[in-house]
């Protein structure tokens, strides 16, 4: 299949931040990554000092990405099916009323990890629907820039989530710190209820489902229908695998981080600033490529970039010291810009009366993924080494970077 070229004409950031509508979604969803970060920091505190089990306080940390993909093929036509402004509206009220029971309530653990789960599974829906209405609202490069922006923010608001936890959690307690990610939500699920025009739903005359034409069927039979329907197509497939693999093992390899660390000897802070080192990377990376390379220019870099990805990683296995291995990652860090080069061919490839179950696929698989590199990668480090376990990652990232070359050529892989 060969690939449409990219448009040259370039955009900038002020530019796409100048749409009210996107500024509306890029603003909430910073919010709500911010809290989503604080909420998960605050619980497994929590569930760590309620059950003293180190297992239950990392179950906690991940139970929120790993049934997204199960909701993303069971539920994920419902981001085709509804009123936008409802849907987001309805997804943040949900965290929200979700993160004040758990802030309010003595809940038993299981129940904390099913309540957690569940709205795991619904999340798909409602960030599919906002990446469709973002893909809707802008377009061109307008769009590329306008994920890039995403991916930025996502980035920092994590950090600060996660830095904002530890600080709530010391001086205002864990059920408190759960009741301001809690209010938190609410502000974005307001601002939308507000400011976000009442868009109808999309036309249900064409659907991703077993009835062509009808719009009718279940939800879960044209969700699942939509989603097998996506991956057995060759270039969407491809798409998404390219965008899921190299995030899946450079998680693997950033989870051994602070057993390198500890392992070889370095300082008991020095894990703490190389894992800050990633998103540093990241956040550079994506203004870099953003904003000063041309639209195909950033395409034909797609594999390049994999390559920087990954092989700064195969460095750990020679036992680099503190100094190196800051650089090391803030090299790989950069390296996730590829995504950039991605974005326009995904969407060209998925039907757009499909676009919210595309993307909705597109990050439930994504969070999933990262939370299986970690468990794989931490494994082989039990009969390896961290440092080696990581150098493997980075091979692996670097061998995705050869499946995605026939990409390069113009070709669905």
Known sequence: MTTVPAPEQRATYREVLADPRFRLLFVTRTLTVTADSLRIMTLSVLVFATTGSPLLGALTFGIG????????????????????????????????????????????VA????????????????????????????TGDAYVLGRSLSNMSASAAQLLGLAGGGAAVEFLGPRAALLLSAGVYLAAAVAVRLRLPDLPAPEQTVRLGPRQGSGSGSVLRQSWYGSTKLLAERR????????????????????????????H?????????????????????DLAVGRFVRPAVRERLVVTLVVVLGLPLVGFALD?????????????????????????????????????????LLNAGLMSVQGVGPVVFGAVAEFTD???????????TVCVAGYLAPWRTGHGG
């Open 65 to 108: 990405f790993l049934p997204q993909l199960a909701g993303s093929l069971l539920l994920g036509s419902l981001a085709d099916r509804g009123r936008p402004r409802r849907l987001v509206t309805a997804g943040y009220g949900l965290q929200c009323a979700a993160a004040a029971v758990m802030g309010v309530a003595q809940l038993p």
């Open 111 to 138: 129940a904390v990890l099913m309540l957690l789960a569940a709205v795991a599974c619904l999340t798909p829906v409602f960030s599919g629907v906002t990446n469709r209405l973002v893909a809707e609202t802008l």
């Open 236 to 263: 969407v497939r491809a798409l998404l695998l390219a965008q899921w693999l190299p995030p899946a093992f450079v998680a693997g390899a950033e989870s051994l981080i602070v057993p390198f660390a500890g392992g």
């Open 265 to 285: 000897g370095m300082t008991a802070g020095s894990a703490g600033p190389l894992l800050a080192c990633l998103p540093v990377g990241m956040l550079a990376g």
């Open 320 to 360: 680099p010291p503190w100094v190196v291995c800051a650089g090391l990652l803030l090299v790989t860090g950069t390296g996730f810009a590829y995504a950039l080069g991605l974005q326009r061919p995904f969407l060209d490839a998925v039907p757009e009366a499909g676009r919210g179950q595309a993307f909705g």
């Open 386 to 396: 961290a440092g080696v376990a990581m150098a493997l990652a980075g091979i692996a």
